[in-house]
């Protein structure tokens, strides 16, 4: 079975400063994908970036990067500049490879303060 | 238009109505899910249809029903709820659902049963 932890419930940042959301994972499986999503107070899940387990560099989206470790098999969400607008809940999932179940974890509360 | 959209956004039901939840994708995606959120646990997969087809049931109690009449469109009928019922219902949809494609999530439904 496949397991995602997320251990902050909530983190506090000021504006323009770096976040990290910690991740980590357990499986057994050598094919999946990492993912993290934004769900502002609006309730929708908004997919930010994702990380295949073979994807040797680490992945970047704008001010979004993966901090991906799998020796470890943690996957660390990076905010560099925070802003006003992240502020929402943050979710790590993951799925294995064919198979079309995402397991979440439990999400991180992340405000961002002026 | 968004992507993946969700009526109604805020439901209330007693626990002897019958009520449906609708969604509607406009992704030309061919794989649709149901998930619910409760407060402080994971989100939880219901139902996955591949091509119209069911291909998962995650132990979810008969009085959820889920309908997948084309590719497009999925509906989840509800029938003499329990309480511990009230949740967020998403759903979601990505091209397919056996690889890393990431799921694009509509803004949820809030049920409440009284």
């Known amino acids: 079975a496949q397991k995602i932890t997320q251990t902050q419930p909530g983190m506090f940042v000021q504006e323009k400063e770096a976040v990290t959301l910690d991740c980590t994972y357990d499986t057994s499986d050598q094919s999946y994908g990492l993912f993290w999503y934004k769900q502002p107070s609006s309730g929708e899940m908004i997919f930010l970036i994702y990380q295949g387990s073979y994807d040797e560099q680490n992945a970047t989206e704008g001010r979004y990067s993966l901090n991906f470790q799998k020796a470890r098999k943690s996957a660390n969400l990076v905010i560099s500049a925070s802003q006003l607008g992240d502020s929402a809940m943050y979710f790590c999932a993951m799925m294995i490879s064919g198979y079309s179940t995402l397991t979440f974890g439990k999400g991180t509360m992340l405000l961002v303060s002026p | 238009e968004t992507g993946v959209t969700q009526t109604p956004r805020h439901l209330v039901m007693g626990m002897t109505n019958k009520k449906s939840l609708k969604c509607e994708q406009h992704?030309?995606?061919?794989?649709m899910y149901w998930y619910k959120q409760s407060a402080k646990k994971p989100l939880e997969l219901m139902f996955v249809y591949s091509l119209e087809e069911r291909v998962e049931n995650n132990s979810v109690p008969s009085r959820f029903s889920p309908e997948c009449p084309n590719s497009s469109h999925l509906f989840l009928h509800l029938h003499t709820l329990q309480p511990e019922d009230s949740a967020l219902y998403l759903c979601?949809?990505?091209?397919?659902?056996?690889?890393?494609?990431?799921?694009?999530f509509g803004q949820g439904t809030r049920l409440t049963v009284v």
């Open positions: 979601a949809s990505s091209q397919t659902n056996k690889g890393h494609e990431e799921a694009f």
């Open positions: 992704l030309g995606h061919n794989a």
